[in-house]
């Protein structure tokens, strides 16, 4: 059949399941770009390169669409920090063990910078959506890091840990975020690497050894 001249070519026919993905990392970008409200499910189409009818036969609402991607987001997000996480509670060399798992969780952002563009945009005036889903994340996050915290200050004899090491454990949560958006937005002035031994060293060491 002969195309009609400004028709959209197309697309193969893969089926909802092997075309949900595609249709997915399409909607993150305009997510990202424009947000939940201002992001059309003719966008997505767009840049999935895909007729309307094909992203409605993947998901029947942009609502439901948002939904699979917050999940799907918040499980890479939610690996790539768990991975960070240090395996063992030997605390023999404090600096090794933040830079190699800072190291691990900027890595892993530069490889998915656009999910981590969704947390940041949720904490700075984004999707309602989005910022719930984010600070329950962040949560067990914390939980998490306060338990190792906890390890780390017994080892060290410290006294009242159960006062000090949520405090410590919120304070690593926000150095871990900020580092990857200052990696993010650094244009590739910092590797994770450098950024991350960096971080831990001042954190290990104190300001005099920047």
């Known amino acids: 059949m002969e195309q009609r001249v400004g028709q959209r070519p197309r697309a193969a026919h893969l089926g909802p399941e092997r075309r949900r993905p595609l249709v997915l990392d399409a909607a993150l970008g ?13 966008a997505i189409a767009d840049a ?10 993947c998901y029947p609402s ?13 499980r890479k ?3 790539a920090v768990a991975a960070s996480l240090p395996r063992s509670p030997s605390f023999e060399d404090v600096e090794a063990v933040l830079a190699e798992g800072l190291t691990a969780l900027l890595t892993a952002a530069a490889a998915t910078p656009l999910s981590w563009r969704v947390v940041f945009d949720a904490e700075h005036g984004g999707d309602e959506a989005v910022l719930k889903r984010v600070l329950r994340a962040r949560a067990q996050i914390t939980k998490q890091l306060t338990t190792l915290v ?9 006294k009242d ?11 690593l949560a926000g150095t871990g975020r900020t580092s990857v958006r200052l990696l993010l937005d650094s244009g590739g002035d910092w590797t994770p690497e450098e950024l991350g031994a960096f971080v831990a060293r001042v954190l290990a060491r104190g300001a005099g050894a920047a």
């Open 30 to 42: 305009e997510f990202v770009k424009h947000g939940y409200r201002g992001t059309s499910m003719e």
């Open 48 to 57: 999935a390169k895909v007729s309307k009818p094909v992203v409605y036969e």
């Open 62 to 74: 942009k609502e439901k669409l948002f939904r699979a991607l917050l999940e799907r987001e918040e």
């Open 77 to 79: 997000l939610g690996e």
């Open 150 to 158: 906890a390890l780390f200050l017994e080892q060290a004899g410290t």
């Open 161 to 171: 840990i159960e006062r000090k090491a949520p405090v410590l454990a919120e304070l």
